[in-house]
């Protein structure tokens, strides 16, 4: 059985930091897989954040994230990472890693394509 689970969420000023993790257990992530982060703001849309491509670590980022969010892979532990700094607002949602067998990390993040498996979210809530 293929499970995601994502930590790390929590409570964050504007201006800070939060590291998400997401472990996959029941799957092993290899040259044919892309997994990504999204989110889902209440009232609002579930868009890709960032997804990268578990064989060349190539990536994909939304515009509202460039530059602030890094995403990261650790092969070994069959981990994924999200590292947000200069938390804004606006980047309060529940986040979601998910992975599909798919190498296009914009077909992934941007068009939703291949989302085989998802995480059940963790919550990121930036506020003063």
């Known amino acids: 059985q293929v499970q995601l689970v994502e930590s790390g969420g929590g409570l964050a000023q504007p201006g800070g930091s939060l590291r998400l993790s997401c472990v996959a257990s029941?799957?092993?992530?290899?040259?044919?897989?892309?997994i990504g982060w999204f989110r889902q703001a209440p009232g609002k849309e579930r868009e890709g954040v960032s997804c990268?491509?578990?064989?060349?670590?190539?990536?994909y980022y939304a515009d509202s994230v460039k530059g602030r969010f890094t995403i990261s892979r650790d092969n070994a532990k069959n981990t994924v990472y999200l590292q947000m700094n200069s938390l804004k607002p606006e980047d309060t949602a529940v986040y979601y890693c998910?992975?599909?067998?798919?190498?296009?990390?914009?077909?992934?993040?941007?068009?939703?394509?291949?989302?085989?498996?998802w995480g059940k979210g963790t919550l990121v809530a930036v506020s003063i």
């Open positions: 998910a992975t599909g067998g798919i190498t296009n990390v914009q077909a992934m993040c941007l068009w939703r394509h291949g989302l085989d498996y």
């Open positions: 029941g799957i092993t992530l290899d040259i044919y897989h892309t």
């Open positions: 990268i491509n578990y064989n060349d670590g190539s990536a």
